[in-house]
């Protein structure tokens, strides 16, 4: 008898957080669903999605991951009415099914309240830990006909989440059918934009403070479409997701040696700064590729610097450190870029052949504002500074910022105050200009 209830748990329940998984989730939801039918109500399915978990088992261990999604399960079931079902699918993913809550604004209610608890610090032993969920609803009858369907939607719904900067919940409406249509679409747009050739670099200038010389360039990727130049915040990510980044990297690279050797023979010996995203990161070749280049226009490696990011680092930790280490034997310098914005970014730090750090613009924006982030920049400086790194204050628009900057000797800036990111040709005015 013991056996047989033991074997009824394990088929129902997960072992981990003693939720119900998926056979019990799916048998809530149809019964659930020919309850509604009889009461003429309606019924909510929430898929929730970690954002980030992945990230947090790879820093800090599978043993604290597991912690936290037990944590995670006892504050959804807390939050939740004794009516309602927690599950959990696996991994990182949660679904709530919720009975007899009448309107929308009520289940917008819930979904808030599920984001707050979720969010909330957890301790760990010396680890404070932080998570975000991405919340996806499906209601039934609206958005479905049958248990399946409500689940499949809700998780669709997550994905809308997810894009929509994560941390935040979305319904699944027939809009969201359409923007799906319409994803297929800029798709299409960007590997055309790729055929033709349509990406192009733009620089921005880094400027030593002190000597107000420009010493460096980062360039930074525009999309000069049929419609207008497109900003890099909206087709990266799309780029990058469909394995296109490293071939725009490829090719904007080349371009950006080709303008440096440029402005080198002209007697400018600025050095260029060059984003990497994390897939191109775990690519081998990308260190036999970029010393192919620096070869074949003449540039001195320590003249030429890639930014990578935190969230870059952690994905695929061996391979990426591998070509880190082969980039910086090579001579490329290594920047941490929006530094302070990922996790764990001290442990890295330590760890890996990184040369400088980029001071990330949300700190900068809030000098005279907000004392706290002051006292975050001062932490990153002198942290810098003692592990022998070189820093650079990102978004500096204005005197004031640039001034505390000054008095706390970082001097390489970067950002508006000095100069917007330009096409090749006006940087090279620009670059007359100062001499
Ligand atoms: P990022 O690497 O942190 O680049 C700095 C961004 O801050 C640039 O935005 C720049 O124009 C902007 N910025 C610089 N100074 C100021 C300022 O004073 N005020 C304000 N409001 N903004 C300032 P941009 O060009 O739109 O690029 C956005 C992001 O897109 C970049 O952030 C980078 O993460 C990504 N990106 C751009 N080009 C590439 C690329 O070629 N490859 C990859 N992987 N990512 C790229
Ligand atoms: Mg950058
Ligand atoms: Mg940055």
Redesign the pocket.
Known sequence: KLAEDELRYLANYDALTGLPNRALLMDRIYHGIDQAKRDKRSLALCFIDLDKFKQINDSLGHDIGDLLLKEIARRLTLTLRESDTVARLGGDEFVVLLEGYKTQDNISHVARKMLTVVSEPMQFGTHTVGVSPSIGIAVYPEDAINAAELLKHADVAMYHAKEAGRNNFQFFTAEMNEKAHMRLARETRLRNALKNDEFVN?Y?PIVNSQTRQVVGA????RWQSAEGLI???EF?PLA?ELRL?IN??NL?LERALQDLKHWHNNGHLIYLS????PQ?LEQPSLAEHTRHLLKKYDIPANHLRF?V?ESGLMRDHESAIETMLSLSFLGVQLAL??FGTGYSSLKYLKELPIDGI?I??SFVKDIGIDSSDETIIEAMLSMANSLGMYCVA????TEQQLAFFSRRQCYLI????FA??MPAAQMSDYLLQEH
């Not at 980062?218 to 990727?221: P, R």
């Not at 060059?274 to 995203?277: D, E, H, Y």
């Open positions: 733009f921005q980062e360039v930074l990727m900003s890099p915040t990266i990058e980044i725009m990297t904007m060059v984003n990497i995203s191109h930014e990011t870029d929006d980029k990330d613009r990102e978004g500096v628009e970067q950002g508006y105050l917007r990111p």
